[in-house]
Nanobody, 118 residues
Framework: QVQLVESGGGMVESGGSLRLSCAAS????????MGWYRQVPGKGRELIASIDRPGRPDGGAHYADSVKRRFTISRDDDKNTLFLQMNRLKPDDTGVYYC????????WGQGTQVTVSS
């Protein structure tokens, strides 16, 4: 069964850090571009970071302007796991974070809540 399970969220103060994980099962993540999405109340999910399949010389990481130079996406395909290192967090980063395959969506996981206090 194809499944995504996000974890690692929590409550932090502004300027803090968190590391999110996304465990994929039912498919081989190395074959796919993977991405992190953020959803805030009243809005749809926004793609904030993606990482291409291995082999790209630049690592194939792409970021939304709102998180560029603060967040780092990475992958461990041996473990079928995607990560998001979030540094210098701001209150605007508050939301539910999800992972998925931007080019071939599958069912959404439950997400992980991130709350940043000012």
């Amino acid at each position: 069964q194809v499944q995504l399970v996000e974890s690692g969220g929590g409550m932090v103060e502004s300027g803090g850090s968190l590391r999110l994980s996304c465990a994929a099962s039912g498919f081989t993540s190395v074959s796919y571009t993977m991405g992190w999405y953020r959803q805030v109340p009243g809005k749809g999910r926004e793609l904030i970071a993606s990482i291409d399949r291995p082999g790209r010389p630049d690592g194939g990481a792409h970021y939304a302007d709102s998180v560029k130079r603060r967040f780092t996406i990475s992958r461990d395909d041996d473990k079928n796991t995607l990560f998001l290192q979030m540094n210098r967090l701001k209150p605007d980063d508050t939301g539910v974070y999800y992972c998925n395959r931007p080019n071939s969506f599958i069912g959404w996981g439950q997400g992980t809540q991130v709350t940043v206090s000012s």
